[in-house]
């Protein structure tokens, strides 16, 4: 199993609404990441878990709100986005640090849209 | 610091011509780098990678050379097809650290 699988694939939520993101890998990857992606433009790096833990936060504003339950799972909460907010999230997996050479599993992502 | 590079698109060729699109990067270390291929409406996928200067990687007709002397890993393709119309970006690693290039659209036509 090589996949990341995101849910939901699309989203559509207003300003004053609360929704989660869900991410799912069954690699045995200790890294996994959130991204956000606007069109024609790279993956913006938001945050990153390494171990279960939180290590790396972009500067993200408080309204996402990331979560790791556990070495499978990934969450991302949502709550009173604006609609600059829309845009392509993705989930990545990587192997982790002191794993080997790292390279980044991409799931499909969920295209989000903020009204 | 690091980054990456990237040849500005959009690239429109003719199916079966020849594709390069430029990447080189500035990076501290020893870094990994890497192709990946984003088609509408999907994410990322890694076409290729090289870990190592001189390595050459390759998939799916693509290939890139990893060049140190010119921190250079230019990707490249004999003979495009329709379905290879795609964003494709450059990246590199360097610990768990991950830098992306632009990305570079490309459009094959019949």
């Known amino acids: 199993d090589t996949e990341v699988t995101q849910t939901p694939k699309h989203l559509v939520m207003g300003m004053t609404n609360k929704k989660s993101l869900k991410c799912e890998q069954h690699?045995?990857?200790?890294?996994m990441y959130w991204y956000k992606q606007k069109a024609k433009k790279p993956p913006e790096l938001m945050f990153v878990?390494?171990?279960?833990?939180?290590?790396i936060n972009e500067s993200v504003p408080s309204r996402f709100s990331p979560e790791c339950p556990n070495s499978s799972l990934l969450n991302l909460h949502l709550h009173a986005l604006q609609p600059e907010d829309s845009a392509l999230y993705l989930c990545?997996?990587?192997?982790?640090?002191?794993?080997?050479?790292?390279?980044?599993?991409f799931g499909s992502g969920t295209q989000l849209s903020v009204l | 610091g690091n980054s990456v590079t990237q040849m500005e698109g959009p690239v429109t060729l003719s199916e079966e011509a020849f594709l390069t699109i430029n990447c080189t990067y500035t990076?501290?270390?020893?870094?990994?780098l890497f192709w990946y291929v984003q088609y509408p409406g999907e994410g990322l996928q890694l076409l290729l990678k090289?870990?190592?200067?001189?390595d050459k990687g390759s998939n799916k007709g693509f290939e890139a050379t990893y060049r140190k002397e010119t921190t250079s890993f230019h990707l490249e393709k004999g003979s495009v097809q329709v379905s290879d119309s795609a964003v494709y970006f450059c990246?590199?690693?360097?610990?768990?650290?991950?830098?992306f290039g632009t990305g570079t659209s490309l459009t094959v036509i019949p």
């Open positions: 990545a997996s990587s192997q982790g640090p002191g794993q080997g050479p790292e390279k980044l599993f």
């Open positions: 690699m045995g990857h200790r890294a």
């Open positions: 878990y390494s171990y279960e833990k939180l290590s």
């Open positions: 990076a501290t270390g020893y870094p990994s």
């Open positions: 090289a870990t190592k200067a001189d």
């Open positions: 990246a590199l690693v360097t610990g768990n650290q991950f830098y």
